[in-house]
Each structure stands twice: as C-alpha cells, then as structure tokens.
C-alpha cells in the first residue's frame, strides 16, 4: 500500500514562495520516479514537474519553468516543489503523485500515466 502525504501549503502573497512536500509511506522510495500536479475549481488536473528516481533528471511544464524547482531526499522518502514568484493565476490544489516501472534515470513526461496520488494540499495567492 503506498501512501503520499503532501504538506506545506498556504495562503501567500503574489510574488511569494512556497515549498511542498510529499512524504512516501512506500518500501523502496528510490526506485520511483515522483511528480507533482495541481488543479483549479473546475479545471482538469495539470502536469507541474517530475523528477526521475536519483533525482538526477528533472521535467517541467512551461508554465512554471525557472520558477519552480522539484527535488527529493530518497533517505527521507520525500519529495520537494520548491514554489517562487507565485503568481495569481497559479491553480489550488496541489498533489504528489508516484511513478510505476519508469525505464532509466528519467523523469517523465506528462504522457505518462500515475500510479498513485496523494490527497492534495491547497495553495491559494492573493494578488
């Protein structure tokens, strides 16, 4: 049974940062790949960032490049989204997602189907 427990979300300031993090109850953490995703009232769950088991290869969606960073300490069994100049427009929820049989030291790209999801914290900016 895998379970993700996310934390660290809030209410910041437009401009702010935020940093999340996703705790695995799962056995052998450093074999899976992990990701983050997040989705606004109404609007489908969107890609944010993956990062590949070693934490050596990272992927991130367009949106959130050069202002969010995704990271993991595999002796912790946790994974990091690093949030800076957060901006109105960036969506509520967020959730932690895990990664089955991901071939290589490779994150994946948002073609990839989930395995398993965390519950969702929430992040809301005021402008």
């Known amino acids: 049974q895998v379970q993700l427990v996310e934390s660290g979300g809030g209410l910041v300031q437009a401009g702010g940062s935020l940093r999340l993090s996703c705790a695995a109850s799962?056995?052998?953490?450093?074999?899976?790949?992990m990701g983050w995703f997040r989705q606004a009232p109404g609007k489908e769950r969107e890609f944010v960032a993956t990062i590949s088991w070693s934490g050596g290869s990272t992927y991130y969606t367009d949106s959130v490049k050069g202002r969010f960073i995704i990271s993991r300490d595999n002796a912790k069994k946790t994974v990091y989204l690093q949030m800076n100049n957060l901006k109105p427009m960036d969506p509520d929820v967020y959730y932690c997602a895990t990664y089955v049989g991901i071939v290589g030291d490779s994150a994946p790209n948002p073609s990839y189907n989930v395995n398993y999801w965390g519950q969702g914290t929430q992040v809301t900016v005021s402008s």
């Open positions: 799962i056995r052998t953490f450093s074999n899976y790949a």
